[in-house]
């Protein structure tokens, strides 16, 4: 009787003990995948704001490359376009607060300094976008100088952060509709005269 007992406790233990051991596998592979999918999204969701940048940061190129030749030019070139607040920049907030890890450093060091661009670039607009009166020619020369500079740093920035999401998550944004949408945009822009 002992020893049926005993075989009875043991055979039953052992069926708990790999029951419990699947599902702790079970729930390690499912926060795993859900781990991967909200990784994906978020990538994903950035580029779509990083392409979104990328076209204001066209707009802005061939207008400041165009070389205006006086402030007042651009003051009626933003007010046509309402301008505000540039660029956006929600997508990539809750990048930098979450968990996403990755391989390859590259990406969150590019995504630093394009958005340190960004900023530089939307605190030269915030400061001709006060329409200072006493703004003279030779301020304009130099403020086309250096805000010239960093929009082709972010250009650049978003190249390569596209190949490095690419690699790091398989995910080709330049594949999509979106992205095919908004090159056509651009294209159609670099041919406008201003």
């Not at 030749?69 to 920049?89: G, H």
């Not at 915030?126 to 703004?135: A, E, G, H, I, P």
């Not at 960093?150 to 080709?172: A, M, V």
């Amino acid at each position: 009787m002992i020893a049926l007992a005993t075989w009875k406790y043991t055979e039953y233990s052992r069926r708990t003990l790999d029951e419990f051991k699947n599902q702790r596998e079970f729930l390690i592979k499912s926060s795993k995948e859900k781990y991967e999918l909200e990784r994906r999204a978020l990538c994903k969701r950035l580029l779509y704001e990083i392409n979104e940048n990328e076209v204001i940061l066209k707009y802005l190129f061939v207008f400041f490359n165009s070389k205006p030749d006086s402030f007042p030019k651009i003051w009626d070139y933003f007010e046509k376009r309402k301008y505000r607040n540039l660029f956006k920049d929600n997508i990539y907030k809750i990048f930098i607060e979450s968990n996403i890890d990755f391989k390859n450093n590259k990406i969150f060091e590019n995504l630093y300094y394009l958005y340190s661009y960004l900023e530089d670039i939307q605190h030269h607009m915030d400061f001709v976008m006060s329409k200072d009166k006493t703004l003279k020619l030779s301020v304009l020369e130099l403020f086309l100088v250096s805000i010239l500079n960093p929009i082709r740093e972010s250009l650049q920035k978003i190249k390569d952060l596209y190949e490095l999401f690419k690699e790091e998550t398989g995910y080709n944004h330049k594949e999509s509709n979106y992205y095919e949408e908004k090159q056509t945009e651009i294209k159609f822009l670099e041919i406008q005269e201003f």
